[in-house]
């Protein structure tokens, strides 16, 4: 059974990086054809899509926060972290990693959120 566990800090300052480890159990990174993501939820909002490393290795960010934002693995831990600079209390959420099963659908490519990390609670704050 795959599981996906995030960690990092609770409480991050304005300005600072924000770093958030999720470690995968049961499964590996590398295998064909899962995508890993991050998404976080503000207080009272929707649920917002980050990025993603696949199984590949490659990355794909939201834009609006590309330039804010680093995924990257290690895959003889089996991890992939996420980082985000200049924090700002807007980045105040609950933020999951979460895996992507992508499939094949009439001769298209699709993907579907299948195993979700429990979340973590991140709080900027001076």
């Known amino acids: 059974q795959v599981q996906l566990q995030e960690s990092g800090p609770g409480l991050v300052k304005p300005s600072q990086t924000l770093s958030l480890t999720c470690t995968v159990s049961?499964?590996?990174?590398?295998?064909?054809?899962?995508?890993w993501n991050w998404i976080r939820q503000p207080p009272g909002k929707g649920l917002e899509w980050m990025g993603a490393?696949?199984?590949?290795?490659?990355?794909y960010y939201r834009p609006s926060l590309k330039s804010r934002t680093s995924i990257y693995r290690d895959t003889s831990k089996n991890q992939f972290t996420l980082q985000l600079s200049s924090v700002t209390p807007e980045d105040r959420a609950v933020y999951y990693c979460?895996?992507?099963?992508?499939?094949?659908?009439?001769?298209?490519?699709?993907?579907?959120?299948?195993?979700w990390g429990q979340g973590t609670q991140v709080t900027v704050s001076s």
């Open positions: 979460v895996r992507e099963e992508n499939y094949s659908d009439k001769d298209e490519i699709r993907g579907r959120y299948d195993v």
């Open positions: 490393i696949t199984y590949s290795g490659d990355t």
């Open positions: 049961g499964g590996s990174i590398t295998t064909n054809y899962y995508y």
